[in-house]
């Protein structure tokens, strides 16, 4: 891979990470329509946006076709990019998304260039261990097998998105010793990763961990940015803004 192919990332590209959209939640569409009123250069979505989204089984897809519609609108005025979460899957499989730069999980990390520095970008949701990667790969290659069961037996998707909507959605809550150690240990795992491709990383942005903080290492000087929870938080973020705090 070729660091000067990488695409270049704006300086005030919005990022927005784990918002777990669920209906009746009004803060996802109203972010939508403000997006829409001022679109920035670039919108990153960074995965698990809706709670449950699985592109091939039409009862998750149907209830969320308005803000699907609007995120479809809005990359018609912006560059819209969106990571696939462990939460909103089969996202191919959209005719929305038609406009919108996709990057599934075999794609993740996907590598961006910042003010000339290589940035590694994705969901989050790697190096965690074989059991995590065992459970992943079950509930992927699941969406053909419930789709097919979703014509079948209507009543049984909504029955199983019940249940993972009442799961309590955490903030991972760290003193900073354990910050720092977190940071550090996260940069050396997709440090090793882009070295298996010839490149020399400066940093990491990824959401899935609910953080919302920055971390700059203080001897090689990488850079990682851990994503805040729009569902906890309400917040979106810039590279900038959360440099800075």
């Known amino acids: 891979m070729n660091r000067a192919s990488c695409p270049s990332l704006s300086s005030d590209a919005i990022f927005i990470a784990d918002a777990h959209h669920k209906q009746g939640d009004p803060a996802f569409p109203l972010l939508l329509d403000q997006l829409l009123d001022a679109p920035p250069k670039q919108v990153f979505l960074m995965g698990d946006i809706f709670h449950v989204l699985v592109g091939k089984i039409a009862s998750s897809v149907i209830p969320h076709q308005a803000i699907l519609e609007k995120i479809q609108t809005l990359s018609h005025r912006t560059q819209v990019f969106y990571f ?34 290589l940035l590694a970008l994705a969901h989050g949701d790697f190096f965690v261990g074989c059991g995590y990667e065992f459970y992943i790969s079950l509930l992927r290659r699941s969406g053909n097998i419930l789709g097919y ?7 049984l998707y909504p029955h199983i998105q019940e249940r993972i909507d009442a799961k309590r959605i955490k903030t991972l809550e760290l003193s900073q010793t354990e910050w720092a150690h977190f940071a550090q240990k996260r940069l050396d795992l997709y440090r090793a990763h882009a070295q ?28 990682y940015w851990g994503l805040p929870s729009f569902y906890n938080t309400r917040l979106i973020s810039t590279l900038k803004t959360m440099s800075e705090n």
């Open 84 to 117: 696939e979460g462990n939460h909103d899957l089969a996202l191919h499989s959209l005719s929305h998304f038609q406009h919108v730069r996709i990057y599934s999980r075999a794609q993740q990390p996907a590598f961006f260039l910042y003010q000339d520095r």
């Open 149 to 155: 069961l979703d014509k079948v037996f209507p009543n």
């Open 196 to 223: 298996k491709k010839g490149l020399n990383l400066d940093g990491v942005v990824e959401g899935h961990f609910h953080i919302g903080a920055y971390y700059q290492h203080p001897h090689t000087q990488e850079h």
